[in-house]
């Protein structure tokens, strides 16, 4: 079946920078569009950025402000997201999602913590 795991959450201070990593199984992985999307406290979940299948576009929130980047390896089956400059608003679960046969797929999130 499809998976979709995160990690690479953690504790950091604003300023700093985190590389969040989802790996994927169950689906062609190379060729699906790949979803970063986060969740603040008290917030509805919101799109950071996306990725297509072979690497050549990607698309971001404007709140990113070229402070993020996602990449992807497909032979690990893998997409991150670099984050810089991370501040406040940062902070929350960070998933990765893709769509499969007619299906949405969600990972179980990773938290980010940022503190002043």
């Known amino acids: 079946q499809v998976q979709l795991v995160e990690s690479g959450g953690g504790y950091v201070q604003a300023g700093e920078s985190l590389t969040l990593s989802c790996t994927g199984s169950g689906f062609r992985f190379s060729s699906n569009v790949l979803y970063w999307y986060r969740q603040g406290p008290g917030k509805e979940r919101e799109r950071v950025g996306l990725?297509?299948?072979?690497?050549?576009?990607?698309k971001y929130a404007d709140f990113v402000n070229g402070r993020f980047t996602i990449s992807r390896d497909n032979d690990k089956r893998t997409t991150y997201l670099h984050m810089t400059d991370l501040q406040l608003e940062d902070a929350g679960v960070y998933y990765c999602?893709?769509?499969?046969?007619?299906?949405?797929?969600w990972g179980p999130g990773t938290q980010v913590i940022v503190s002043s």
């Open positions: 999602h893709t769509n499969w046969l007619g299906f949405p797929y």
């Open positions: 990725m297509n299948g072979d690497g050549s576009n990607t």
